[in-house]
């Protein structure tokens, strides 16, 4: 499974971004996707998540109601809706897959595959 991320750029405080990752290759074996973030000098941090077959949603604390993680069935494509953005969503995002079911889809080591990352940058 491949993943190619798409979307990054530079906004100021307050806009909006839409991020989108498209998997190939073997993607029907897939359970769920996620979005991750990496600032410099930091930990790469759990975003979003979706679960393939019931489309349930996570989010993590500091995006709750400004992100909106969906499939976009027109471009199969897994996208990452942002608004309301603030300097500190700064980060390299990265798309991930994963190819098993359970766990906790917060965690990096629950994912097999990782898109190349996009940089998204927020001005004050």
């Known amino acids: 499974v491949q993943l190619q991320a798409s979307g990054g750029g530079l906004v100021q405080a307050g806009g909006s971004l839409r991020l989108s990752c498209a998997p190939s290759?073997?993607?029907?074996?897939?359970?769920?996707m996620g979005w991750f973030r990496q600032a410099p000098g930091k930990e790469r941090e759990f975003v979003a998540a979706?679960?393939?077959?019931?489309?349930?949603?996570f989010y993590a604390d500091s995006v709750k109601g400004r992100f909106t993680i969906f499939r976009n069935g027109a471009k199969n494509t897994i996208d990452l809706q942002m608004d309301s953005l603030k300097p500190e969503d700064t980060a390299v995002y990265y798309c991930?897959?994963?190819?098993?079911?359970?766990?906790?889809?917060?965690?990096?080591?629950?994912?097999?595959?990782w898109g190349q990352g996009t940089q998204v940058t927020v001005s004050s």
């Open positions: 991930a897959a994963r190819d098993a079911s359970g766990g906790d889809y917060s965690l990096r080591t629950s994912y097999t595959y």
């Open positions: 290759g073997r993607s029907f074996y897939l359970y769920g």
């Open positions: 979706m679960m393939w077959r019931t489309s349930t949603t």
